[in-house]
Nanobody, 121 residues
């Protein structure tokens, strides 16, 4: 699978951004598409995931009610709508595939290049 994230940028606290992950060359092991993020000096952490077939969604507790993951089959993208952004959401955001449900980077199979999100206070 090939993954390419886009849509990052600079936004003020309370604002919104929409990230998009272009997906191509899917394999049978790419059952779940995920968004992760990595802040400077921090470990990479799970943000949200969506299963390809059922569309079942999962979120990290710190984004529930603010972020929404979705899939656009026509565009072949996995999108992350981010609302009510906070300075602590500042990070490089990555999309990654996995064969099953994951909560950490363990178990992921492929990663795309990240996109930087900066939230100013």
């Amino acid at each position: 699978v090939q993954l390419q994230a886009s849509g990052g940028g600079l936004v003020q606290a309370g604002g919104s951004l929409r990230l998009s992950c272009a997906v191509s060359r899917l394999t049978t092991s790419d059952n779940v598409m995920n968004w992760f993020r990595q802040a400077p000096g921090e470990d990479r952490e799970f943000v949200a995931g969506i299963s390809r077939r059922e569309g079942k969604k999962r979120y990290a507790d710190f984004v529930k009610g603010r972020f929404t993951i979705s899939r656009d089959s026509a565009k072949r993208t996995i999108d992350l709508q981010m609302n009510s952004l906070k300075p602590e959401d500042t990070a490089v955001y990555f999309c990654a595939s996995s064969s099953g449900v994951v909560s950490t980077a363990v178990g992921t199979t492929s990663w795309g290049r990240g996109t930087l999100v900066t939230v100013s206070s």
